[in-house]
């Protein structure tokens, strides 16, 4: 408060759920994977979730090769994405991948 030393007040403007802060402020879905875990049943797996949640959200698919250091960063055409609970619930299990959304 002002004049009143140590004491702090927070006055909150507005209030939201994190599952709406998540769909609107979501600019992207980041996934990467290294090389070594790169394979058929993978991608076919990493597909098919990203096939059952469209949405207006880019997806950007890195692989990386930690040994050399290397990485590239694939951009995707066909997937839009929605950051829904469903589509990390079908990301988690897949071996080795990591994701983050960016804002």
């Known amino acids: 408060r ?10 909150p403007r507005k209030l939201s759920l994190l599952s709406e802060v ?16 790169v394979n058929e049943a993978l991608t076919t797996q990493l597909a098919q979730a990203v096939a059952h949640a469209p949405g207006p959200c880019k997806l950007t698919v890195t692989v990386t090769a930690p040994e050399e250091a290397m990485q590239v ?7 839009r994405i929605q950051p829904s609970d469903a589509l990390f619930a079908a990301l988690r299990p897949l071996e080795g991948i990591t994701y983050r959304l960016q804002a």
Not at 2 to 11: G, I, L, P
Not at 22 to 31: D, F, G, I, Q, Y
């Open 2 to 11: 002002y004049n009143q030393a140590d004491v702090w007040e927070f006055r």
């Open 22 to 37: 998540r769909e609107k402020m979501s600019k992207s879905l980041a996934v990467q994977l290294p090389i070594t875990s």
């Open 73 to 79: 960063a694939l951009c995707s055409q066909q997937y």
